[in-house]
């Protein structure tokens, strides 16, 4: 892996390298956006039991926490997001949601550039970026000619004209 940039952009003249390293590629980020997402998902639960703990803790123990009757539970529940541990683990958690996001996204530019790279593939088999094999003023002479033998084609052909005739109205 070289650097994001890198990663996403193609270079057309080397759509070889590009398709065998796409593979690696998305294996590559799709183990990233797994492991970003399970430390997303253990931090929160290391958060959820945080923050449980301490409800039950302010409940049990108010007066160590300023109150002289037990709080309500919409009092605990504030004084609880008020702790260090849980702003720590809160802020963590965020970082992780936008790691997870980042990754997420870069899954979808790599989805963008596989169907670029199948396009791409697909316009040079066809000899899009090949010389021309016949030159232009010949090509268009060619052309010219065979408008011209079908026109004639079809003013021999009476189906021809009828389906003409139906078809103009």
């Known amino acids: 892996m070289m650097g994001y940039k890198e990663d996403i952009s193609i270079n057309k003249y080397s759509l070889d390298f590009e398709?065998?390293?796409?593979?690696?590629?998305?294996?590559?980020?799709?183990?990233?956006l797994?492991?970003?997402?399970?430390?997303?998902?253990?931090?929160k639960d290391?958060?959820?039991?945080?923050?449980a703990e301490l409800f039950i803790d302010i409940k049990m123990n108010f007066d160590?926490?300023?109150?002289?009757?037990?709080?309500?539970?919409?009092?605990?529940?504030?004084?609880?997001?008020?702790?260090?541990?849980?702003?720590r683990l809160?802020?963590?958690?965020?970082g992780y949601?936008?790691?997870?996001?980042?990754?997420?996204a870069s899954n979808i530019a790599l989805a963008h550039k596989r169907d670029s790279l199948k396009g791409l593939y697909h316009l040079f088999n066809s000899g899009y970026?090949?010389?021309?094999?016949i030159?232009?003023?010949?090509?268009?002479?060619?052309?010219?000619?065979?408008?011209?033998?079908y026109n004639d084609s079809i003013q021999d052909d009476k189906l021809m004209q009828k389906r003409r005739r139906i078809k103009n109205g």
Not at 19 to 26: E, T, W
Not at 34 to 43: I, M, P, T, W
Not at 66 to 84: I, N, W, Y
Not at 129 to 133: A, I, L, R, S, T
Request: hydrophobic share 25%.
């Open 129 to 133: 970026w090949g010389d021309p094999k």
């Open 64 to 87: 160590d926490y300023g109150f002289d009757k037990s709080p309500t539970d919409t009092l605990t529940k504030a004084t609880v997001d008020t702790q260090e541990g849980v702003i």
């Open 46 to 51: 290391r958060l959820d039991v945080l923050k």
């Open 19 to 32: 398709l065998q390293r796409q593979s690696n590629l998305v294996d590559t980020y799709g183990i990233s």
């Open 135 to 149: 030159p232009i003023e010949h090509q268009e002479k060619y052309d010219k000619s065979q408008s011209e033998n």
């Open 34 to 43: 797994a492991l970003n997402e399970y430390r997303r998902d253990k931090v």
């Open 90 to 94: 809160k802020q963590k958690y965020r």
């Open 97 to 104: 949601v936008h790691r997870v996001s980042a990754w997420k």
